[in-house]
């Protein structure tokens, strides 16, 4: 699985951005996608993920520092999963990775997903 992250940018405080993941190779079948974040100087930290499989469609999990900010969303036509960003806080600055792991998983660490894209800054300015 090739992941691919995109969509980063600078925006002020209380904007919004949409960031996305592409994929590509073996997309097919139980899957799980996550978003992580990286603050400078920081530990990769765990953002939300989504899980499927050919018995549960969609079952999205959020960490609660972006709980009802923050959206994921898949394409499946374009093997592709989104993160709509909203009301965006100057902690919110990182680089965003995407990652995925071919099961269905309830992982939030690093650990858990074998396959990563690289990543996209996000800059939030006050």
């Known amino acids: 699985v090739q992941l691919q992250a995109s969509g980063g940018g600078m925006v002020q405080a209380g904007g919004s951005l949409r960031l996305s993941c592409a994929r590509s190779?073996?997309?097919?079948?139980?899957?799980?996608v996550a978003w992580f974040r990286q603050a400078p100087g920081k530990e990769r930290e765990f953002v939300g993920r989504i899980a499927w499989s050919s018995w549960s469609d969609g079952n999205i999990y959020y960490a609660d520092s972006v709980k009802g900010r923050f959206t994921i969303s898949t394409d499946n036509a374009k093997n592709a999963v989104y993160l709509q960003m909203n009301s965006l806080k100057p902690e919110d600055t990182a680089v965003y990775y995407c990652?995925?792991?071919?099961?269905?998983?309830?992982?939030?660490?690093?650990?858990?997903?074998?396959?990563w894209g690289k990543g996209t800054l996000v800059t939030v300015s006050s």
């Open positions: 990652a995925a792991d071919r099961r269905v998983t309830l992982a939030t660490t690093v650990s858990g997903y074998r396959y």
């Open positions: 190779g073996r997309t097919g079948g139980s899957h799980t």
